[in-house]
């Protein structure tokens, strides 16, 4: 009798759990939401009334919305769910520690502790999401700002790391080139915006964490409920993500990034029919920018000069918004998740463009001819 009641109070504490810890998500969510509503309805109205303007439906919107989360939690639950087991795995084995020593320098470099080695690497292997899982599964509590902002950048710059270069090596880029620059940049960037912190005496205090860490020694039934609370924490996140990004695009808010990154590209002189591709690179993300890309190549001629730049630069500075949100459950400051990465990485590819003047010019001056269907 004991043990039913046990398994009907479980899955009841846990929805009440996550709700109470998660909900300032939920109002963020509710009032960006009606700040959409009441913009809608101030452009669609008076006399600055737009009439290209789409008609907005509150709960199309909202379904919509859960319907697109629903869809993308399960596929990245696919990969988390074993990610889990296997971060369990090693720490009931002690094998963390044997895991962090090739990494164990890089971290001591950065002033980070020695697991946020394993979450660098998982994020590297797969992707951000499960950078998240592995972070809030190892119990990494004791962070300052500076430090998250430094594990941040890592995973920024270079996650899904074996997918992105093959990405890469379809637009006929060497992925032993793009593999080593990613991870240099992403070395050098966190050591810089570590070192710059440190020297000003910026952002030492403890970091804010979102997400629910575990830090003290669990039974497996709590262990469950806690990896449970973490996944529904993980679906919230991309709900509230998802809501941002299409209130920002029906605002024209993505459309103005898209337009302004035209304009800050022009000094890389890349090819002008490439910078639309490389802005929306750069705005969403690589899978997008690249496939654009090899679309144009399909299409036009393209010299290699401007493919290699602009996928360089794609390469660790892509998606601004949607992961820069995303890392900030990690309790980084946006300065350096966002504008310091762009700049560094901007001048990483800027450096770049000048070595390959000097250096590669005969090569680089080859074009890619547009490809003849067969």
């Given at each position: 009798m004991a043990l039913k009641k046990m398994i009907f109070r479980i899955p009841i504490c846990l929805l009440?759990?996550?709700?109470?810890?998660?909900?300032?998500?939920?109002?963020?969510?509710?009032?960006?939401?009606?700040?959409?509503?009441?913009?809608?309805?101030?452009?669609?109205?008076g006399p600055m009334k737009v009439e290209r303007l789409p008609q907005f439906r509150a709960v199309e919107f909202l379904k919509r919305n859960l319907r697109s989360t629903t869809r993308v939690s399960?596929?990245?639950?696919?990969?988390?769910v074993p990610i889990i087991f296997l971060v369990h795995l090693l720490k009931y084995f002690d094998l963390v520690r044997f895991l962090v020593v090739p990494l164990r320098p890089v971290m001591a470099m950065l002033d980070l502790p020695p697991e946020a080695g394993v979450v660098w690497a998982m994020t590297m292997a797969n992707n951000i999401y499960a950078?998240?899982?592995?972070?809030?599964?190892?119990?990494?509590?004791?962070?300052?700002?500076?430090?998250?902002?430094?594990?941040?950048?890592?995973?920024?710059?270079?996650?899904?790391?074996?997918?992105?270069?093959?990405?890469a090596k379809k637009c006929g880029l060497n992925i032993a080139f793009q593999v080593l620059f990613r991870l240099g940049s992403a070395i050098v960037m966190a050591f810089v915006v570590m070192s710059s912190y440190k020297f000003?005496?910026?952002?030492?205090?403890?970091?804010?964490?979102?997400?629910?860490v575990q830090t003290e020694s669990l039974n497996p039934f709590q262990t469950v409920g806690k990896e449970v609370q973490n996944l529904a924490s993980i679906y919230l996140i991309i709900f509230v993500l998802m809501v941002i990004m299409e209130g920002l695009e029906r605002l024209g808010f993505m459309r103005f990034i898209t337009k302004t990154l035209q304009v800050v590209l022009k000094p890389l002189e890349l090819q002008r029919q490439i910078l639309p591709s490389t802005a929306i690179g750069l705005s969403l993300?690589?899978?997008?920018?690249a496939g654009l890309i090899l679309q144009s190549i399909q299409s036009?001629?393209?010299?290699?000069?401007?493919?290699?730049?602009?996928v360089s630069l794609m390469g660790i500075c892509h998606a601004l918004i949607e992961d820069t949100i995303l890392v900030l459950a990690f309790g980084g400051e946006i300065?350096?998740?966002?504008?310091?990465?762009?700049?560094?990485?901007y001048l990483f590819v800027l450096a770049l463009a000048k070595i390959h003047s000097a250096f590669g010019r005969k090569r680089g001056s080859a074009v890619l001819e547009p490809q003849v269907a067969k």
């Open positions: 009440l759990e996550g709700f109470r810890f998660y909900n300032f998500l939920v109002i963020f969510a509710c009032r960006g939401f009606w700040c959409c509503l009441k913009i809608e309805k101030k452009l669609t109205s399960l596929e990245l639950f696919k990969i988390m950078g998240l899982i592995a972070f809030s599964s190892l119990g990494i509590s004791q962070l300052t700002v500076a430090q998250a902002t430094t594990l941040g950048l890592l995973m920024l710059v270079c996650h899904n790391l074996f997918i992105e270069v093959m990405v000003l005496g910026l952002f030492q205090g403890p970091a804010k964490i979102v997400l629910p993300g690589l899978t997008y920018g036009q001629s393209i010299d290699r000069r401007s493919i290699f730049l602009s300065i350096g998740l966002l504008l310091l990465r762009l700049i560094l990485g």
